[in-house]
T-cell receptor
Framework: AQSVSQHNHHVILSEAASLELGCNYS??????LFWYVQYPGQHLQLLLK??????LVKGIKGFEAEFIKSKFSFNLRKPSVQWSDTAEYFC???????????FGTGTRLKVLA | NAGVTQTPKFRILKIGQSMTLQCAQD?????MYWYRQDPGMGLKLIYY???????DKGEVPNGYNVSRSTTEDFPLRLELAAPSQTSVYFC???????????FGPGTRLTVT
């Protein structure tokens, strides 16, 4: 069965620090990849997605992610975090041709002002 | 657009009771999903639907039922509630080609 691993469960950073959150998945076929964010008290919303083409994708609020097929990874990055990035971040994978999404366990990011 | 709405926001059930969690969307999306979120476990897919009259099981369907009689509504039914069903439940809808899911605000359910 497919699985998605997010190895960092809690991350604490100071403002202006760089961020990288790991995401690895277990499916060997073609996948679509997503990062969602849940700000405190808000709905989950899409940060960015990868379907095909350039493996470096850019999303909202300065986030980007790189798809490395050989490593089954889709890590999320931001060069300089802000206090407002405090949230929980979820990686998700969808097998191409299906409508089932598998979510990772999430990473809680706290940014200290 | 209200987007995806869920009712109720909070509910406490006794073991063995039943209830229906309501979900509605006004974006005319064909695809709708129910997830549960438990601390440290991420989101688990319970059921999904690709259109009115069509539903299918996700990862954790046991103890739940769904129906999809209209495009707008996708209620989730809990029969014989158990403490293991204590969770936050999220409904989501998706416009087919973009694959972006739009989530509702969630229902926090406690079974005691």
């Amino acid at each position: 069965a497919q699985s998605v691993s997010q190895h960092n469960h809690h991350v604490i950073l100071s403002e202006a620090a760089s961020l990288e959150l790991g995401c690895n998945y277990s499916y060997g076929g073609t996948v679509n990849l997503f990062w969602y964010v849940q700000y405190p008290g808000q709905h989950l919303q899409l940060l960015l997605k990868y379907f095909s083409g350039d493996p470096l994708v850019k999303g909202i609020k300065g986030f980007e992610a790189e798809f490395i097929k050989s490593k089954f990874s889709f890590n999320l990055r931001k060069p300089s975090v802000q206090w407002s990035d405090t949230a929980e971040y979820f990686c998700a994978v969808k097998e191409k041709g299906t409508y089932k999404y598998i979510f990772g366990t999430g990473t809680r990011l706290k940014v200290l002002a | 657009n209200a987007g995806v709405t869920q009712t109720p926001k909070f509910r406490i059930l006794k073991i063995g009771q039943s209830m229906t969690l309501q979900c509605a969307q006004d974006m005319n999306h064909n695809y709708m999903y129910w997830y549960r979120q438990d601390p440290g476990m991420g989101l688990k897919l319970i059921y999904y639907s690709v259109g009115a009259g069509i539903t299918d099981k996700g990862e954790v369907p046991n103890g739940y039922n769904v129906s999809r009689s209209t495009t707008e509504d996708f209620p989730l039914r809990l029969e014989l509630a158990a403490p293991s069903q204590t969770s936050v439940y999220f409904c989501a809808s998706q416009e087919g080609s973009s694959y972006e899911q739009y989530f509702g605000p969630g229902t926090r359910l406690t079974v005691t």
